[in-house]
Every structure is written in structure tokens, then in C-alpha cells.
């Protein structure tokens, strides 16, 4: 069963603190990604990856990076995480290329910045 | 900008009844279109994929339409249940860029 898997389920953290959420896909997928989803707002990707070490910027990087150090890997990183930064974080992997398949969907993350 | 929009207010049917969402999008060229399903507190899962030469695609009680001229895909469920209740997300392509529209509440009532 083809499965994408986040570090945590629930996380809280204070303002300021450097926040690294955790994806990792068994699936052997080239393509991740990340977005937040927040009420009203539906899903906006945040980074993107289609290869290892190769990453794109999405709509929303603003005070977030990401590292792809291994295909199965792809990790989310807030460098000084703010109040406006709570919210539900998923991850998805997918298959390369413009045909793509679908996507696959990780648990999800929800992030309180307290 | 690239923009994907769905239907802004939650549907409220009664069981047995159709369905219909709606997706419309502007500057993108897709090659094809997704449609996803998300229950509360849980990632979304894959429902359909419909290409750009396809007018029409069915999966069991779902049906989504394609029109590239109009710009926009419509999503039914036929003969609903309760069980049907989520939220629906449609989803496009922009080279390895894959974005969602906000998405559409549906309740059915038994």
C-alpha cells in the first residue's frame, strides 16, 4: 500500500523557534510537495520538488525553505516560526513528469505557533 | 495570474439527489484535470483524472466534464449518500506545479 508519511501529527511551537516538518514517501516518486490549507483558503502549495536537491518555488515561500537531500525525503523547514504560520501542513509525492498521475497525500501536520 | 475557483458556497442535497460542482480556471492550458475528495482532519485523496481530449470521464457514480473552450470541469455524484459528504477539490497542472482550487463543501441529508 502506497503510503506518504509526516513526522508529526500535531506540534506546537513558540514564536521564533525553527520548525522542521518531516516527509517521507515509499512510493519511489520524483515529484513532492508541500502546502498549508487554512478555512477559506482550500490548499496553496508552498514548495515543490521534482528531483533531488532540485526545488521550486510555489505560490506562498515566503519565511519557509525546504531541503530534498534523498528521493524519499522531503522536509519543510520554518526558520523562525511566526503566529501566522499555524496551520495544516501536507505533504504529496506524485510521479514525474506532465502526465502525471495522481497525487498522494500525507496525514497532515496541524502547527500551532503559539 | 493563474487562478482555479470552485463553487464558494457548501452544497446541501438530499440523498438520492445529483450533485454538481463546479471548477473554473484562467490561464492555465492543462493538459489534464484532477479531482480530489478530503474528509476532515485527513489529506486528500485522488478521485478522477480527465485529459484535455476527453469530453466525459465516469467512475461508478461520479461523472466530470471537460470543456477546454469554456474553461472549466463539472463534477457530479449521482444518486448521493450521506457517505458522500466532504469536501471536493479539483486540481491543475502547470508543468510539475500542481495547484487546487478551494474547494466545495457537500453535505447530503438522509
Known amino acids: 500500500d502506497v503510503k506518504v508519511t509526516q513526522s508529526s501529527r500535531y506540534l506546537v511551537k513558540r514564536t521564533g523557534e525553527k520548525v522542521f516538518l518531516e516527509c517521507v514517501q515509499d512510493m519511489d516518486h520524483e515529484n513532492m510537495f508541500w502546502y498549508r490549507q487554512d478555512p477559506g483558503l482550500g490548499l496553496r502549495l508552498i514548495y515543490f520538488?521534482?528531483?533531488?536537491?532540485?526545488?521550486e518555488k510555489g505560490d506562498i515561500p515566503e519565511g519557509y525553505s525546504v531541503s530534498r537531500e534523498k528521493k524519499e525525503r522531503f522536509s519543510l523547514i520554518l526558520e523562525s516560526a511566526s503566529t501566522n504560520q499555524t496551520s495544516m501542513y501536507l505533504c504529496a509525492s506524485s510521479l514525474e513528469g506532465h502526465e502525471n498521475t495522481e497525487a498522494f497525500f500525507g496525514q497532515g501536520t496541524r502547527l500551532t505557533v503559539v | 495570474s493563474q487562478k482555479i475557483e470552485q463553487n464558494s458556497e457548501a452544497l446541501n442535497i438530499q440523498e438520492g439527489k445529483t450533485a454538481t460542482l463546479t471548477c473554473n480556471y484562467t490561464n492555465y492550458s492543462p493538459a489534464y484535470l484532477q479531482w480530489y475528495r478530503q474528509d476532515p482532519g485527513r489529506g486528500p485523496v485522488f478521485l478522477l483524472l480527465?485529459?484535455?481530449?476527453?469530453k466525459e470521464k465516469r467512475k461508478e457514480r461520479l461523472k466530470v466534464t471537460f470543456d477546454t473552450t469554456l474553461k472549466q470541469s463539472l463534477f457530479h455524484i449521482t444518486a448521493s449518500q450521506p457517505a458522500d459528504s466532504a469536501t471536493y477539490l479539483c486540481a491543475l497542472s502547470n508543468d510539475y506545479k500542481l495547484s487546487f482550487g478551494a474547494g466545495t463543501t457537500v453535505t447530503v441529508r438522509a
Open positions: 480527465i485529459r484535455e481530449n476527453e
Open positions: 520538488s521534482y528531483d533531488v536537491k532540485m526545488k
